[in-house]
């Protein structure tokens, strides 16, 4: 079996398990219980406390696999995911796609990307779009074949991605 069609499968498993994720797995929940939301009426957010509702909204999962000999981390959000695998990281547009469909992302007025199957081998440039962007605009079709688009906001991405990272290594040869 080649590397890249086990870095998939394995990428595939991984958004499989992280959509069973809830959020009290993820310890920045905790923290966001501790803020006190009052009617939007009544309270202005600032700069800080909208990038930790951001961060929060991003679901992050990480797991050894020590029979492949594997780090793994996945963030997601919506129908879009992020993964860091040992060195490597993936983007992955939506889920349940029809055979042989493309997944299609745009970040803010850069130009759109493609790949079969939303699968980005390649995510590096994409996360970089995401740090300095401000909405992801994806699109796929879906196994019945109906065209799904979101846009979703990246506010807080950052601070997710880097909370990943510090997660990914904390990674030991134990189930994280």
Known sequence: MNVLFKKKLLVLGLLGWIESV????????????KVAVSPASDRHFNNIENQM???????????????????????RKGPL?????????????????????????RIDQHSNQQQLGGFFRNGQSLITQFKTGYFAYTQYQNNEHRIVEHQLSLLGFTYAFNDMQEQFNRISSKTY
């Open 22 to 33: 809830n959020a009290q797995e993820d310890h920045l929940n905790t923290l966001i219980k």
């Open 53 to 75: 509702l951001g961060r929060a909204s991003w679901k992050i999962k990480c797991e050894y696999r020590k029979y492949d000999e594997v780090k793994a981390c996945v963030m």
């Open 81 to 105: 995911s992020v993964a860091r695998i040992n060195h490597d990281y993936v983007v992955n547009v939506g889920e349940h796609h029809a055979p042989n469909s493309y997944g299609k992302i």
